[in-house]
């Protein structure tokens, strides 16, 4: 992966920008010690990380204001940031680039049940967003597995999902609006506590622009009442391809489960050795499928997914008798990723297809992960086709990052080819960057980047993500850069 | 009002495929002639009027693309009609979620509606309040951009971020960023049973506690909505057993607000919600306001002290459609400050000519809309994609 080259001029005024920067924040807000940026030198692609020139953390859209105008003024690139949970290195910084974090901006600002929004800034933990409201019988739908510690400002920048979307969709269709701070430090708000807005969704188009188009500092978020109750059932099958066609046809069958989850065979039993969830170990796949309601709800939804799982000769069909069970079926599945993180090192992906190429993906991936002599271990969100390949290597061993990297290359292509896309969840970032060419031509990928051309004319805000470089390389000389 | 035919249009170009489409586009950006978009012309009368030289049909544009009902989703070229697309769905008892509203009553229009003129404007129903707005259920789109070129963005698939989602953008810009010419939707499960529950003689103030009582609870409403001096009604929507299960539910705690009764349908049926039948064929402007629903009732309180009212509010009172007096700017700027004392916006959607000539149909929005200025001069840099029409 390779990163354009610092900024010698750049470079040559650090010391001068350093100081307008601290004479426009109080003290603690500027960090430039190499030891203590040291922590923001990566987000959870660790395998990427550089020093920044300085962190800035401020605690107002003022301060965030204040850092844009002096960045903009001197041509520095600013790399927004939030809790630094990505996963595609959307927060990696450049040696010549100053971190705008919003960790300190976590106020909850408004809270209105009336009215089924909540106002909070933007660097505000997504699982804190649904504790300030569940009190009053609320809860923030989107649920990352990283909840506990990402933050809102994350979310919107990646549009975020979470093992409910099926039913509850993702960041950006609970979303109502931000403010936001723009690449010259003007302030905008877009959207509101609305459930409509005039003129051109810019929101939308926003809401998963990985930083690239302003610094988000509040959001308002749509909150939704707790349904009464939720349960689920484990569906065994002996082959993948089975499990497939369940899927399709509980999503006919007119139920919508809130989420429908997916375990091969490889993560059954890594899981089973990690945590004992009980799962049965001959499956060759088993599904999750969880729905919500009242308990005869409950009851009327999971008879018809019994009916049609039946038609599939499943190994068996396990329903949760209570919240311990409920506990225990989901055990395994939460447990995955660490699961596989204990027997060795992996890349995740996070392609997604059609649903209904689900048994051909699969079988395809198979003989590529035999092909390059590295397993892979399949969890994923099977409801909406989103996939998680686990590509496992030995980060010790020469060359095995780069060949899993080239094989996960593959495994995307394989997604983009059976009429899904490079990610569904995780962003861009600099990950996928350089294999956007596979989704989209070149008009395509030029008409996202004159969207940034409008909001950021110079192209300070996270400049070398998202597009390929030499895609980008015209735009990213900076025209209004200081002397 | 008329509304079929594009005021001194010359010329209909009709293509016959997205190739003929872009090479039309390109030839009126290269002589800077403007466009007048056209899906089935039925809402031909909404914005300003714009002064086209030409009108661009895409009705010839039809069908549908792809259908998996296994994974919720359809793809359907942009000149597809509505009843064509729901007719697919339907025998596969499944939906377009948003309930895409049918603007020929209320408009006084002919002509099909589109599937593309229904993604241009973002066309949003009651069950908005549940299943999201158009947009939420648009997964991609293919559109040629003011420049003659074609572009795609998202895909068919429930999860994409791979890149900028344009797929928003183009949803409700009117046509003014580009011409779509496919677009892929999610789809859901139509219900197999609805049940309505409504109350009468509720005053505004007290309708709307009652609509946010039953959309704060957790028993999945899918509309709610309420007539001024009418009724106000709630629908449930699911499997049979679920639905009666909660509107025994809900209809306990709407006691409090008065007598409650159920049927199938309400009074006044969600078609004719979806539609604002009750101000079709009446004389007036009828404009279109955003709010926060428990400032709703006051804001058309103060409007009513000024200036001759109807209000009918949908999504629980986070949309009010108002009928109001055409004299003068048909109370623009009356309706423009209580939109605003609500936390919202107003849009024109019925005027005649004279009133959309002098009357902006957006809201203005300070800082948002030199940014939509910016977009607009990128994505059509002649100004050929019905020009001036999004202007407020
Ligand atoms: C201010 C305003 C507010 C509106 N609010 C709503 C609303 O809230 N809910 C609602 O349902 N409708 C609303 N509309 C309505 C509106 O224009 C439609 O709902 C659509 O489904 C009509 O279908 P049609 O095929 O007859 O479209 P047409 O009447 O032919 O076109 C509708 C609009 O979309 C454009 N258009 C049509 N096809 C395409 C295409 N393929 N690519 C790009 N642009 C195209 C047209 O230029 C026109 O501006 C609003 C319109 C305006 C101007
Ligand atoms: C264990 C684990 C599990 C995960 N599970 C999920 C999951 O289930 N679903 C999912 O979608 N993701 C998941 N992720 C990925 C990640 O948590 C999400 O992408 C999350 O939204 C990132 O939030 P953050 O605050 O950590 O953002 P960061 O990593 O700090 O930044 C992410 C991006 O947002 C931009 N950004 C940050 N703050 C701002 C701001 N204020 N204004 C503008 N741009 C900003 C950054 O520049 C960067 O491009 C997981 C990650 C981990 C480590």
Redesign the interface.
Known sequence: MQMPEPDAKVLARRERILVRLAEALPEDALISDPAETRAYDCDALTAYACAPMAVTLPRSTEEVSAVMRICHEEGVSVIPRGSGTGLAGGALPTADSVVLGVSRMNRVLEVCPEDRFIRVEAGRTNLSVTGAVEDLGFFYAPDPSSQLACAIAGNIAMNSGGAHCLKYGVTTNNLLGVKMVLADGEVVELGGPTLEQPGLDLLGVVCGSEGQLGVVTEATLRILPRPEGARPILLAFDSPVTAGACVADIIRAGVLPVAIEFMDRRIIHLTENFVGAGYPLDAEALLIVEVEGSEPEIDEQLARIKAVAARHDPLEMRESSGPEQSAAIWKGRKAAFGATGQVADYLCMDGVIPTSALPDVLRRMAELSAQYGLDVANVFHAGDGNLHPLIMFDANAPGQLEKAERLGAEILTLCVEAGGCLTGEHGVGVEKRDLMTRQYAPDDLDAQMLVKDVFDPDWILNPAKVFPLEASAARRVRKGAAA | MSAGAVPGAAEVLAPADEAELAAMVADAAARRAPLRIRGGGTRLALGRPSQAAAELSVARLGGVRLY??????IVAAAGATVAEIEATLAA??QILPFEPMDHRRLLGTDGEPTIGGAAAV?A?GPR??QA??C??LMLGVRFV?GRG?????G???????????????M???HG??GVLTEIAFKV???P?CAATLWLEGLEDETAIRAM?AA????W?VSAAAHLSGGPTMIRLE??E??VR??AE?LRERLAAFGDVETAEEGPLSWRDVRDCAPFAGRPGAVWRV?????MAAAAVARLRAERPVEALYD?GG??IWLLTPEQDDAGAALVRAAAEAA???A?LVRASDAVRAAVGA??P?P???A??A??RA??DPAGVLNPGL?A?
Request: net charge positive; no cysteine; aromatic share 4%.
């Open positions: 998996e009902p296994g994974a919720l989703t596969e008892r973002n949003s908005r309040v999201g707005a947009r939420d951009d070129r074609v572009v795609k963005n895909g068919r698939v429930m999860k994409n971020v791979t890149g900028y989602d344009l797929v928003k953008l949803a409700g810009a003014t960023l859901l499960p139509a197999e946010s959309l704060t609870s957790p999945d699911g499997l057993g679920s299960a909660r539910r955003a709010a926060r629903p428990s999504w986070g949309l936390q919202g916006h849009t957006f809201h929005r800082g948002a809309d940014l939509a910016g977009l990128r994505f999004m407020s």
